[in-house]
């Protein structure tokens, strides 16, 4: 299990379906500024964070691990097992597959996990970032702002996605607030903060956080906390009031909404 759950310079950790296969597929950007545009996702494996409302915690909720993590669908402690989830790809194995599902007229590709920045010193996640680029893909990578990229892999990038965690995700300060990375996001002009909000209670750390690294509200969203679409709808509207006045931007969860759940592969 040890070499499964290690970075690799040679291949790159994907989570994987049920038939094995790796988990890259086409769909439509979900969330954040570029909602609506037809994506292919890459969803690699392995986490540094521990959130209570992960709906992807088969990227890094492994067995012998002892902290409790309960199932957003059973509520139970469920452990996952990395060989069952884990597929190991080479960049040119992915690109193949990006290429099989994009057809020619899907230009965007977002790099997801998990957090897909653990893998930023790894030398085929950098390589897939440079076949990416030479393809004319528009890349995105959705982080949680807890790691800094290399100014090889920032370069590479053309929109970075930060999902900074509160209080309300369950982890702690120390681990989820990062003083050196939040300075370099907020200094990017391609990087987007997007809040998971659970409801008005939330916002006094957002408040703190956007003033703490003079965050522009232009580039903060306000997401809905929820697997599905009653549960996102129950605070939209609260949430849109908040965005009213405060000067941010509502971010939906389209995939939930048309498929009604924060479902594999969609």
């Excluded at 500024?33 to 915690?57: A, E, H, K, Q």
């Excluded at 996952?80 to 057809?103: A, D, F, Q």
């Amino acid at each position: 299990m040890a070499n499964l759950l290690k970075i690799s310079d040679t291949h790159l950790k994907l989570a994987k379906f049920a038939n094995g296969e790796p988990e890259i597929f086409a769909t439509v950007q979900g969330e954040g500024i570029n909602t609506g545009i037809p994506t292919v996702f890459i969803r690699l494996s392995l986490c540094n964070l521990r959130c209570r409302w992960c709906d992807t915690s088969y990227t890094w909720n492994w067995e012998g691990t002892t902290f409790k993590h309960k199932d957003m669908k059973t509520g139970k402690n469920v452990k996952y097992c990395p060989k069952k989830e884990i597929i190991e790809l080479t960049s040119i194995e992915v690109m193949e597959y990006i290429s099989k599902v994009s057809g020619p007229n899907i230009h965007h590709v977002v790099i997801t996990g998990g957090e897909p920045l653990m893998h930023r010193s790894s030398e085929a996640f950098k390589h897939l970032l440079m076949l990416l680029k030479s393809a004319g893909y528009h890349i995105e990578i959705e982080t949680n702002g807890t790691l800094i990229p290399d100014a090889y892999v920032a370069s590479l990038i053309d929109q970075f996605n930060v999902s900074p965690k509160l209080e309300n995700s369950g982890n702690s300060v120390h681990a989820r607030q990062k003083d050196k990375v939040y300075k370099f996001f907020a200094q990017c002009p391609n990087t987007y903060f997007k809040f998971v909000v659970t409801g008005k209670a939330d916002l006094d750390e957002i408040f703190k956080l956007q003033a703490l690294y003079n965050i522009t509200a232009a580039k903060i969203l306000l997401m809905p906390e929820g697997r599905t679409d009653k549960e996102t709808q129950a605070r939209a509207q609260e949430i849109v009031e908040l965005c009213k006045q405060n000067g941010y931007r509502f971010c939906n969860r389209l995939h939930v909404w048309i498929w009604d759940g924060a479902l594999r592969g969609v």
